[in-house]
Every structure is written in C-alpha cells, then in structure tokens.
C-alpha cells in the first residue's frame, strides 16, 4: 500500500471516527437530569467532534482531488480521533 492511499484511508476513519464522536457526545447532550453547565459541555464537545469530521472530510477531498496529501498529518488524525472516540465511548458507558 502506497502511502497516499494509507493517507486517504487514514483520513477516512478518522472522519469516522469522528462522526461517532459527534454522535456520542449529543446522545450524552441529550440525557435528561442534568444540569445546564454539563449540558453545554457536551454541546461545545459534539459540535467540535463535527467540526473536526468536517475538515478531515476536506483533507480528503485535497487529496483527491489534487493528489496533495501529509502522511503523518493522517497517521495523527487517525489516532487522535480513535482515542477520542474510545474515551467518550467509556463516558457514555460509565453514565448507563
């Protein structure tokens, strides 16, 4: 595997990932009983996971379409976002 496609698929599970973040993290925004500080919380939380889906999906899109692509940059995005996904996943788990 050529290192432009580990990049594009390194990429793409980091929007993934991301977007599951997202998803968790308005699920926990969502909860009922608590209070309106930790409610914010969890709103800044998901909207930034969103955000971040969004521009790993434009780093896609660069390297798509201009072959313009930063290795490390992926490697790191990916990794970033699997542990952020893993660790709102042990939140929600912990608040069941």
Avoid: C
Avoid at 65 to 82: C, E, F, I, K
Wanted: glycine content about 6%; hydrophobic content about 60%; cysteine-free.
């Amino acid at each position: 595997m050529n290192p432009y496609t580990l990049a594009v698929f390194a990429l793409l599970l980091a929007a993934v990932a991301q977007t599951s973040a997202a998803w968790i993290a308005t699920e926990l925004f969502l909860l009922k009983g608590q209070g309106s500080t930790r409610r914010r919380a969890w709103l800044a939380i998901s909207l930034a996971a969103m955000l971040l889906a969004l521009q790993h999906g434009y780093a896609i899109e660069l390297a798509m379409r201009t072959g313009l692509y930063d290795l490390r940059q992926a490697l790191l995005a990916m990794l970033v976002s699997l542990l952020f996904v893993l660790g709102l996943f042990s939140i929600r788990r912990s608040t069941d």
